[in-house]
C-alpha cells in the first residue's frame, strides 16, 4: 500500500526509508505517465496516504537521510505539486508505523517519541 508517512525521517528503519522514498517516485510517475493516474492518486489522498503538496519536500528528506546512511541516490526528482490533494496525520503514522515494526519502534523509543 502507499504511504507517506511523513514522520521525522532519524526515526524510521532503512527499509521503510527505502519504501517510502520509491513510492513518492510511484507516485509522480503515476501522475505522469498513467492516463488513470490522477485517480489512481486522487485514491490514494482520498484515504489520507499522501499529501501531493509534500511530495518533493518528502523526496529530498528522505534522500538526504538515506544518504547520510551510505546509500546512494540517482533518482532526482523534479515534481512541482499543482493538485494539492490529500493530507496526512503524522501522529497517526507514528503509532501505526510503531506497530508494525520493531526497528522504527526502537528508533522512536530511543528518541522518546513513543
Ligand atoms: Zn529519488
Ligand atoms: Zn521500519
Not at 30 to 35: E, K
Not at 57 to 69: F, K, P, Q, Y
Amino acid at each position: 500500500m502507499t504511504r507517506m508517512w511523513g514522520i521525522n525521517p532519524k526515526l524510521m528503519c532503512d527499509q521503510h526509508l527505502l519504501g517510502e522514498h520509491s513510492e513518492m517516485h510511484q507516485e509522480v510517475g503515476t501522475l505522469r505517465n498513467h492516463a488513470h493516474g490522477r485517480k489512481v492518486v486522487e485514491g490514494h489522498a482520498e484515504e489520507n496516504q499522501i499529501d501531493t503538496s509534500l511530495i518533493q519536500e518528502r523526496h529530498d528528506d528522505l534522500v538526504e537521510e538515506l544518504e547520510r546512511r551510505g546509500f546512494e541516490h540517482d533518482s532526482p526528482m523534479d515534481y512541482r505539486d499543482k493538485l494539492d490533494l490529500g493530507e496526512i496525520n503524522i501522529e497517526k503514522n507514528i503509532k501505526e508505523l510503531a506497530e508494525r515494526c520493531e526497528e522504527c519502534r526502537e528508533r522512536m523509543t530511543d528518541s522518546n517519541v513513543i
